[in-house]
């Protein structure tokens, strides 16, 4: 039975809650209880709690020792609602929807707080005014209407709650963190960067390193200022637009080794250095606060910390407890086999159909077994890569699979003509000449005529790949839920997750239960994302103790 609670917190800890009948409307009287902790954690039949936001309120229940298995985060679904809509940009707040409800002024959404190091909140968590209960009920009814003027209602339905899920997972794994070896990461920092000097200032690696620099231009050169290293090249007899690597390596001159070498250590060092780890790893953890639908696309990010930015040199740092293990997943050409789900397309189907590799099996059937040239035409039309050589490929791609470079084909016109674009489960792309559609496409709306056609190009390249980007991360919501009620009676503990890799760490004698269940829960996201399917979604899977170890 689908039993729904809406709950608020007020002011001393304590809570109102009220049963709702399956429309929204209260199915009783409205309660004050004196704990929020303990009003919830004593109804376990509550199938469903319904809060304004999950970072107002989870955090707290997790500390007192409450986990909730289901929730409606009214604010998380109004941005979905919204965008549906044509809308996304407007403020997002439960307060702004109850103005629009009732025909007020919306009030903008408060800034969003920023993670502190250290602290175990996570999301973006947006401080407004308390809204009235009896407001917020009418707000979710309200949402439950616009649920069923959707597109397709039940996917809509099935991608509030995942992303609403998406919001407890996020503050759970926050609040168990990524396992961290402090000291492990100090040998490291040491073993790269060479000793620090008293005093401060860069470390003994790096200073060395902007000497050989300096000496090779026979004067004193910043590495860490690029304008300063151009202009060192230029009086050198080298014209250069940038330092990065590949155009480092263009040109034959002593500077260029120890210039790649500093700028590598030198991100190393202010990306995840001794200040760093001073601030974000605590207590053997790091939280850096994860964001589910973070981007447009529904990707996540972190609000902090640079947790989706970690270098490979820096993962030996993370580090499984004694007797514990890291389950580490990452699945295998992810966008492919979801272009192969929405687009229907049958030869794609029956190649995703197939656990093995997905680039090998195109190439047999389109590209006379040259893998290479199939994957840079499978991506290239997932990407937008239509000119030069990838217009070839993509002719002999879409003569084999006409059904899926047609589905991303009309997601770019599409977004070229400035209609709206949605994910499988209705996922929407910013209108057309919105301020989030501007950020997105890098730059200010124009009305010169090549200006708007740039414009409309780069917008289709976009919605091409966000009908596929996105959906893949609807699949990965549901795959993250379901792993979520999947090992929720083992001491396991889901600790990161990034696109297509997820992390749990757990006692070494659940390692093979939990990867066994990672990928059921990859199957089971499959059939509820996109239906019966003949495509599969395999995982690449490694038990470490480090995580450097599963790469």
């Known amino acids: 039975m689908d039993e729904r609670w809406a709950v608020a917190p007020v002011e001393g800890g304590g809570a109102l809650l009220v049963a709702l009948h399956p429309d929204g409307q209260p199915a009783g009287p409205i309660r004050r209880e004196p704990d929020l902790a303990a009003a919830i954690g004593s109804r376990p039949q509550v199938s469903r709690w319904v809060w304004r936001s999950t970072a107002e309120i989870y955090p707290r229940l997790l500390a007192a020792g409450v986990r909730v298995e289901r929730c409606y985060d009214v604010e998380c679904a ?10 996304l940009g407007e403020p997002r707040s439960a307060a702004a929807a109850w103005a629009r409800l009732t025909d007020q002024p919306v009030p903008p959404d408060p800034p969003m707080r920023a993670a502190e190091p250290g602290e175990q909140s996570s999301l973006f968590e947006i401080e407004s005014e308390p809204l009235p209960f009896e407001a917020l009920l009418r707000v979710y ?41 402090a000291e492990t990461h100090r040998a490291l920092l040491t ?33 860490d200022l690029p304008a300063d290293v151009l202009k060192a090249f230029k009086q050198a007899g080298y014209q250069l637009t940038s330092t990065r690597r590949w155009e480092l390596q263009t040109i034959d001159h002593p500077a260029v080794e120890p210039l790649i070498e500093y700028k590598k250590l030198y991100r190393i060092y202010t990306a995840n250095g001794w200040s760093w780890l001073n601030d974000w790893v605590h207590d053997g953890r790091f939280r850096p606060g994860f964001v589910p639908g973070g981007t447009v696309s529904g990707r996540w990010i972190t609000n902090g910390g640079g947790g989706l930015q970690i270098p490979k040199v820096i993962r030996r740092a993370v580090v499984a407890d004694p007797g514990w293990r890291l389950v ?24 995703a159909g197939n656990a093995a590799d997905l680039y090998k099996a195109v190439s047999d059937k389109a590209f006379s077994g040259d893998r290479a040239m ?14 030069g050589d990838g217009l070839k490929n993509l002719a002999a791609l879409r003569k084999r699979f006409p059904k899926a470079v047609a589905y991303v084909d009309d997601a770019a016109r599409a977004g070229e003509e400035g209609r709206l674009v949605r994910t499988w489960l209705g996922r ?85 239960q939990v990867a066994a269940a990672i990928q059921a829960a990859g ?23 480090c995580y450097a170890d599963a790469k």
């Open 78 to 87: 109004e941005v979905l609602l919204l965008g549906h809509e044509g809308r």
């Open 141 to 181: 009814a309200d949402q439950l209407r616009r649920h069923q003027q959707a597109e397709y209602p039940e996917r809509m339905r099935l991608l509030t709650a995942s992303e609403s899920s998406g919001m407890l997972i996020a503050a759970e794994m926050d609040r168990a963190g990524l396992p961290w070896s």
């Open 191 to 223: 073993e790269l960067l060479g000793e620090r000097y008293a005093g401060g200032g860069e470390p003994r690696r790096l200073t060395e390193l902007a000497e050989q620099v300096s000496a090779a231009f026979g004067r004193r050169v910043r590495p």
């Open 328 to 351: 580490v997943a990452d699945a295998s050409q992810l966008e492919p086999r979801v272009l192969a789900a929405i687009s229907r397309d049958p030869g794609l189907m029956e190649v």
């Open 374 to 387: 199939a994957k840079l035409a499978v991506l290239g039309a997932i990407y937008g890569q239509t000119s």
């Open 428 to 512: 929407t792309c910013p209108p057309s000449g919105s301020q989030l559609d501007s950020a997105q496409l890098e730059g200010p709306p124009a009305d010169e005529p090549q200006v708007d056609s740039r414009r409309a190009r780069a917008r289709g390249r976009f919605t091409r790949n966000f009908v596929v980007q996105g959906s893949a991360a609807d699949w990965a919501l549901l795959m993250m839920a379901a792993l979520r009620q999947s090992i929720a009676t083992y001491k396991a503990e889901l600790v990161f997750f990034q696109h297509d890799e997820v992390i749990v760490h757990c006692p070494a004698e659940e390692a093979d």
């Open 523 to 545: 199957d089971l996201a499959g059939t509820l994302t996109f239906g019966a399917t003949p495509t599969r979604f395999p995982f690449g899977t490694a038990i470490v103790q």
